[in-house]
């Protein structure tokens, strides 16, 4: 693969998308997207896509009930950032898992507790598959393709519930 190098501003109107390509059938697949703007997610059960949700804010409502967001497969580069977009204490919670227990989460999260205690909550990086975001106040969360196994999870959770890391 050729590399470009600009000595000037690159402009695009409609961002940018960072592709791999298999060597063998030569089918492109989408791994993130830079620059477009913030996806609303639904107040239901949503599976994310690479093409539509990699690279992007992904907003959170405030639920009329726990929603849980399904990661795809995992790709290396692949990053999803989930942040809580409700205007006041969320009184559901949201979830977000991998395709199953052979992808899991490495890492953890800042739990920032309503009543003035910060801990960090963290997945076993073996089998956890699942963070549930209990009631929310607030968070900001990354979730980034380490390899076609595992996702790397960081960011920070305030709720006066602690988020749980579990086997879905």
């Known amino acids: 693969m050729a590399n470009t190098t600009f000595s000037g501003p690159v402009r695009s109107e409609n961002g940018f ?3 791999s390509k298999n060597a063998t059938t030569g089918a492109i697949t989408d791994i993130t997207t830079y620059g477009r703007a913030p996806v609303s997610l639904a107040d239901a059960d949503v599976t ?3 093409a539509t949700h990699s690279g992007r ?3 959170v409502p405030d639920g009329g009930q726990d929603n849980t967001y399904t990661l795809p497969a995992p790709i290396a580069g692949a990053v999803f950032r989930f942040v809580y977009a409700g205007g006041a204490a969320d009184a559901t919670d949201a979830i977000i898992v ?3 227990n052979t992808n899991f989460y490495i890492g953890g999260v800042t739990f920032l507790d309503s009543d003035n ?3 960090s909550v963290f997945s076993d990086g073996n089998s956890n598959s699942s963070i549930q975001i209990n009631v929310p106040q607030a968070f900001d969360i ?5 390899d076609t196994t595992n996702y ?8 006066a519930t602690a988020p749980a890391f579990a086997d879905q």
């Open 98 to 100: 991998t395709p199953g």
């Open 142 to 146: 990354t979730i980034v393709g380490k």
């Open 152 to 159: 790397q999870i960081f960011g920070n959770v305030t709720s």
């Open 117 to 119: 205690a910060i801990s």
């Open 48 to 50: 994310l896509t690479n």
């Open 17 to 19: 998308v960072s592709v």
């Open 57 to 59: 804010v992904l907003l």
